[in-house]
């Protein structure tokens, strides 16, 4: 557990001040069918912004940004933007955007431990969660507009986390609607999995390198993935199959 200190609590007051920077530079990939909204919809809207108490949105304070393929599927890849909020030191909850702007759509939830609550998962449970390591290593992984420090010390901390992550609409596949069934999600694990073009347009819109990224972390030590995490690499692929059943059978006397 990282100690208190004065650098602890600017970087809780960087996190919390400037989580707008690095916004609206990535458009959602999907334009959904439907009418414009009304003025009765638009007026109902700013009231109901103004006068409902929203305390577990406005805790989504941290925004990373990186990326996930299907389980069992590399070759489907996204971007994909988590706004999270940390439950305790060892657990963290996001909601994850296909952007960043007023048009984002929500795809996806991800849920973080630390190595320790990892631990303490079923065998089967520990095949449905990916490791951070080389997603902190590589130099994808980011928190954008955080100073390099924070954005620093932030990855020390997230290098040993584990991630479960279900989408619920495949923005990637153009699909104007959420259709279809949740898909289990997976980080990558090593160089030349990711498609260059995406992190080279990522970065672009970011005004980040990746490369610079991974020289600066260096110094972050990598843990040992813990034994069950990332099972898509021994074959244990796992994703939600639809199952038709039928009810129950009624013997009419």
């Not at 912004?49 to 299907?70: E, R, S, T, V």
């Not at 609550?117 to 992984?141: A, I, M, N, R, Y």
């Not at 923005?171 to 995406?198: A, I, S, W, Y």
């Not at 993935?225 to 796992?238: K, L, N, V, Y």
């Amino acid at each position: 557990m990282a100690s208190f200190s004065f650098r602890s609590v600017f970087i809780a007051f960087t996190l919390l001040f400037l989580l707008s920077c690095g916004g609206k530079n990535t458009s959602s990939n999907v334009e959904s069918p439907g009418d414009e909204k009304t003025v009765k919809t638009k007026t109902l809207e700013t009231g109901a912004d103004l006068l409902q108490n929203k305390a577990p949105l406005n805790k989504l304070n941290m925004y990373l940004d990186g990326f996930h393929f299907y389980n069992g599927h590399m070759e489907g890849q996204m971007e994909a933007h988590h706004y999270c909020s940390s439950i305790n030191e060892d657990l963290t909850q996001c909601v994850i955007y296909d952007g960043n702007g007023e048009n984002a759509k929500i795809m996806g939830i991800e849920y973080i431990v630390s190595e320790k609550l990892f631990k303490t998962l079923p065998d089967e449970e520990k095949k449905l969660w990916h490791s951070h390591v080389h997603e902190v290593k590589s130099g994808q992984l980011i928190a954008p507009g955080i100073p390099q420090v924070a954005e620093h010390e932030l990855m020390e901390k997230l290098v040993s986390t584990y991630g479960k992550t279900f989408h619920t609409w495949h923005t990637d596949r153009e699909l104007t609607l959420p259709v279809g069934h949740p898909m289990v999600m997976m980080g990558f694990t090593k160089d030349g999995q990711t498609n260059p073009k995406m992190v080279a347009d990522r970065d672009k819109r970011f005004n980040v390198s990746t490369t610079k990224n991974k020289e600066n972390r260096t110094d972050i030590p990598a843990p040992q993935i813990q034994p069950g995490a990332d099972a898509w690499q021994q074959g244990e692929i796992r994703q939600l199959k639809v199952v038709n059943e039928a009810g129950p059978t009624h013997r009419h006397q």
